[in-house]
DNA sequence: ATATCTTTTTTACGTGCGGAAATGTTAGAC
DNA sequence: GTCTAACATTTCCGCACGTAAAAAAGATAT
């Protein structure tokens, strides 16, 4: 650690370089010919490349990132904040990001705001320290602070993904068309059954106020009445499922719902609602007697294997994520020709499964 | 961006400094004052640093990541590599981490496998490069490469997290006791009904092993003969729930294992188990007529809500995760006064529910 | 052999900050 | 009023590397 030749020969390994200096007289070229091999070995005549690749091989170097990263203008990262990890959406969101930053060749660093809008400043704040070169941000909901995403949309590239506050209808945006989707699965549930009723959640989250709005818009249009329920919170360190599940459970207990369509607002909320029906002994499903159907919005991995299983729209994750780095790669590059603000909108597909 | 004075006076805000040096001569200090204030104000005197607090009052100003983590010996940085994030357990225990390591006031950054040994060995090299003080590693299974581990457990203090490569046994490792939690629900199970069958995962990953070799072990402690399936993979990309639903349907269609009580390595593989009784009518519980019985292993948060709502062993994720940092961050500072290597095993607790 | 071009090396400076030593300041004791 | 200790602040160097410019070394052509 405090060798003063910056190498360290444990016996049995690679000697160990500690700064391109060592690495530089090791291998008998000058350092800033190493420095540029790092960046672009295609800058050396081959023949000196050749040779720094054989001396790598003979000794451990790994650069040092703060350095490498405090000179260059692009420190090649890419900022990203999600609101909670404990929901299979988001890790599929955030998977399908990181490959594709990968792809691009940034290296992602993931913030989460554990559904703490301070947690999510600090994040804001460290991503602004480390001159990351752009952000992608999930946003908590209502309760977000929105000076810290304005703040960050201000000083570097900057993309919301999933969910969009009111107050940044200006900002670069990727998601579902929530419209289009909710529409697809209230049309669905119309055709096959009775129109279906809503059961939402507290007004914390922006989608799922969109797909309320949804709902009712395309309720109206078909010319149906739209009930919704749910909006009240149950107790409050509500989980999604239990929420589902309580809600429903009210509605059944007094025999209301049960033999009606209903459309969960999310698929976590609509597992609760199957959980309840079973504990009322009601069997959800597509040919159901008692007319009781069940569905729900996301995708969820885990749809297709509860019981009944889960009829539902899945978001394109994959092409949100991917469609989100691209998008900021091209701010971040400079090559932004397109309209402003970019907002891109993915369709839903249609699951159609056993509970609806 | 280009200001040579280094403050960016955008109307409306703030001024914001770009280093610590145009800090210094908009407060009237010296910078290494300033240096010292942001480590630690005690040091100063009490009027200097009221002048800063409200210097920074009229100001925005963020110090440099990369300047500031490239001469402290210590980083501040914590590297937790964790092998997939579609999995609930594992997001679990990252957000335990992840909390108990921001309590301690460090940064924690968060590499995804993805199921890769390569990004896994990328992922080792990045903490490296940056110098972080420490690394919490959930390796990936029978296919992560060692000479990884043993490279970071080498160079940094380092704590092996979840799941522990046979061939690391000196490393120090943080975990549940699988005999001890395979035993509880394996005794719970031969009380309440018969001789439990195991249904296992291919063997990719050691704790599923360690679970298998537990129940094998009970079983014949108890004097009964166990009874391990699904060994063998499905198909080739199979997700833990598919991988249960597989196997046993493919035993329930020739009649097997109808009426048997059934240990599934992890909660999982136990809702796929779960699906497949529902698909052919069976019905899974306590008082089950037929004496289907299902289990599983790890408290998924999403056992309570599947039908029959899901009896398992629930580990204790925020026990792990929390152990696992202190034990780290006492490496980390030299605090090592134990036994080496510190081998934590957490008990796991029965949740009886309907399942079985 | 000389001129020209390419590649590499030398040299030197910059990045934003930490840290040790030197300098300045203050307060208490005489 | 001076001296000294104690503390507060500044000066200065260093970190590991990027980058630019100038000088040197090869390589190729004439």
């Keep these: 650690m405090d060798d003063t030749d910056d190498t360290d020969d ?3 390994r690679k ?6 200096e060592a690495l530089s007289v090791a291998i008998g070229v000058s350092r800033p010919t190493l420095s540029r091999y790092f960046q672009d070995p295609s800058r050396l005549k081959p023949s000196t490349c050749e040779r720094i690749r054989q001396g790598l091989e003979r000794v451990e170097y790994v650069p040092n990132f703060f350095a490498t990263r405090m000179n260059r203008k692009s420190t090649g990262m890419i900022g990203v904040i999600i609101p909670y990890l404990n929901d299979l959406f988001f890790t599929r969101l955030l998977e399908s990001i990181e490959i594709a930053a990968m792809r691009r060749g ?3 660093i993931v913030q989460c705001s554990h559904s703490d809008p301070a947690i999510e400043a600090r994040a804001a704040e460290t991503f602004l320290s480390m001159n990351v070169d752009g952000a992608l941000v999930a946003p908590l909901g209502n309760n977000s602070d929105y000076e810290v995403h304005e703040r960050l949309n201000a000083r570097m590239p900057f993309v919301l993904v999933d969910s969009r506050p009111r107050s940044m209808s200006d900002v670069d945006f990727v998601g579902t068309d929530h419209r289009q989707s909710t529409s697809l699965i209230t049309d669905y549930l119309c055709r096959v059954g009775q129109p279906p009723a809503f059961l939402a959640m507290p007004r914390v989250n922006f989608n799922a106020m969109a797909r309320e709005q949804a709902y009712i818009g395309r309720m109206k249009e078909l010319g149906h009445e739209p009930t919704v329920i749910g909006t009240e919170p ?3 360190d509500w989980l999604f499922e239990a929420h589902g ?3 429903l459970e009210g509605q059944f207990s007094r025999g209301a719902f049960t033999d009606r369509s209903i459309l969960c607002v999310n698929d976590r909320v609509a597992i609760g609602a199957l959980r309840a029906a079973a504990r009322h002994g009601l069997r959800p499903g597509q040919g159901a007697e008692g007319g009781l ?11 297709p294997f509860v019981t009944p299983a889960l009829t539902t729209i899945a ?3 994959t092409g949100i994520g991917r469609a989100a780095i691209d998008v900021l790669v091209k701010k971040i590059r400079g090559e932004n020709t ?3 603000p970019h907002i891109q909108l993915f369709a839903g597909a249609l699951k159609v499964r056993e509970s609806a």
Tied chains: 1, 2.
Excluded: K, N
């Excluded at 159907?293 to 749809?303: E, K, Q, S, T, V």
């Design 338 to 340: 397109e309209t402003s």
């Design 293 to 303: 159907r069940i569905a729900g919005h996301d995708g969820y991995p885990l749809c």
């Design 106 to 108: 940034y290296t992602v």
């Design 234 to 236: 149950i107790r409050d």
């Design 315 to 317: 978001q394109d994750v």
């Design 10 to 12: 444990t016996p049995g």
């Design 15 to 20: 000697p160990r370089m500690a700064t391109m």
């Design 245 to 247: 599940q309580g809600v």
